[in-house]
């Protein structure tokens, strides 16, 4: 895909309906792979990352059609997972490669999961070490630390784990062993990642109790099938989100929405700088949350993100990075050393970027300190294949009458197909 060089806009104006959740999309692949019986769902977000994932469960022998957005997956069962013939690609998704190993960690076949050149950077010591205490054997470099990864499932027995990366994938790819273990397995947490595996395994009959730091699971015989509409994906939105919010004089609407409890924090900081935001929940979807935002821009003014926050909008930081840069006054980010371990070093690439434009950015180890400026200058940046740099840039260019030029945007592909054409329909240009 060609770089993509960016339109100065004065508002952004309309209604918005953003594509389906990939965080809930990836969960309903699998989960819906392991039920007993035939789950469906609405609304499934065809992106690179999940189309990986629908693969590797087609090499598992799992019956899955997709017809557009709606998918459909003969469940198989725990026992029903059939060896794969080939290594398991996972491309980008941290979500994919993570999550499959926590469920083939019970699995009593061999498989190789692999990925793409910055998912080999990744670390999966997190989940590979709990994961080998509760039985499974992996190998992969720096003691299967990065993919390639072989994993060759047990008979797992549950453990006591503590989740200190506040880490969604790392919780639920020990859920996802722990439904095949002998004995309980008990996650701490605090504060709470996101919660979408909790909720579908709730959904399916799994014995899942989760209190405000702890869950208790009890291994699984069975699963229910699932049938739900996947709400919109609010980490996509957040890059319209974050326009509308930083251009004064917008008015935005976003339609059908997820507004689960630890995703909203881009809405919660935003509205703290200034920006006009309002959310109604109108129905649960399965069991998330979802309904409509407004949003109406301002001049917005600095903010400190940092602490019990970061996991609520983790993946939003990058575009609020954007945002801060245009807010009067010193914002800060901190706390968000995971930042570092992301696609690319987001805060390397958010930081670099900033200053390539006329933007005002120090890193720190564990975030940014940025200083608002009223406009960009232009200029060129690197986007490291990273789909939520790209997206973020995209929005600066907005307040920037020299254009920028992003190089290299193909990896929007991974999260949000259509982006540009939303952006391009909302804002007019
Ligand atoms: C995700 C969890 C988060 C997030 C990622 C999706 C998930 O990652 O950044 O985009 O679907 O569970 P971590 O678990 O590494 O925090």
């Given at each position: 895909m060609p770089s993509w060089i960016t339109k100065p806009v004065s508002s952004l104006r309309g209604q918005y309906l953003p594509p389906g959740d990939k965080s809930i999309s990836h969960r309903a692949v699998m989960l819906g792979a392991i039920a007993s019986g035939t789950s469906q769902f609405s609304n499934f977000l065809p992106s690179d990352d999940c189309l990986r994932t629908v693969e590797a469960f087609r090499q598992m022998g799992v019956p899955i059609q997709l017809n557009g957005n709606d998918l459909r997956i003969e469940g198989v069962g725990f026992k029903g997972l059939k060896k794969p013939s080939c290594p398991l690609d996972m491309g980008n998704s941290g979500t994919g490669i993570r999550l499959l190993l926590g469920l083939l960690a019970g699995q009593l076949f061999e498989a190789t999961l692999t990925g793409d050149a910055s998912l080999s950077k990744r670390p999966m010591g997190r989940l590979t070490k709990p994961l080998r205490e509760m039985g499974a054997f992996i190998s992969g470099a720096d003691d299967a630390n990065f993919a390639p990864l072989q994993i060759k499932g047990a008979s797992l027995k549950g453990i006591h784990f503590i989740n200190e990366k506040r880490s969604a994938q790392v919780k639920s790819a020990i859920l996802l062993a722990g439904l095949q273990a002998k004995g309980k397995t008990v996650i701490e947490e605090?504060?709470?990642?996101?919660n979408h595996t909790e909720h579908m395994l709730t959904m399916m009959g799994a014995h899942l109790s989760v209190t405000a730091k702890q869950i208790v699971l009890k291994p699984a015989e069975k699963l229910k099938p699932l049938h739900f509409a996947i709400p919109g994906d609010i980490s996509s939105a957040a890059f319209l989100i974050a326009a509308a919010a930083l251009l004064p004089g917008s008015d935005l609407t976003v339609k059908e929405v997820g507004l689960n409890e630890t995703r909203i924090g881009v809405l919660e900081i935003l509205r703290l700088m200034g920006a006009g935001i309002e959310w109604q929940f109108k129905h649960h979807k399965g069991e998330e949350p979802a309904g409509d935002v407004r949003i109406r821009g301002a001049q917005l003014k600095s903010v400190v993100i940092e602490k019990e926050m970061i996991p609520k909008l983790i993946d939003e930081l990058p575009v609020l990075m954007i945002a801060c840069a245009l807010a009067k006054g010193k914002s800060i980010v901190r706390d968000a050393a995971e930042l570092r371990v992301k696609e690319t070093d987001r805060i390397h690439a958010m930081v670099e970027g900033l200053n390539a434009i006329g933007g005002k950015a120090v890193a720190t180890a564990d975030g940014c300190v940025i200083t608002g400026v009223s406009d960009f200058q232009g200029g060129k940046i690197?986007?490291?294949?990273?789909h939520r740099v790209v997206m973020s840039f995209a929005v600066a260019g907005l307040k920037s009458r020299v254009p920028i030029r992003i190089d290299?945007?193909?990896?929007?592909?991974?999260?949000?197909?259509a982006f540009f054409d939303d952006l391009t329909r909302l804002t007019g240009v």
């Open positions: 605090s504060p709470r990642s996101r690197k986007s490291y294949d990273d290299e945007t193909r990896s929007i592909e991974t999260s949000y197909p």
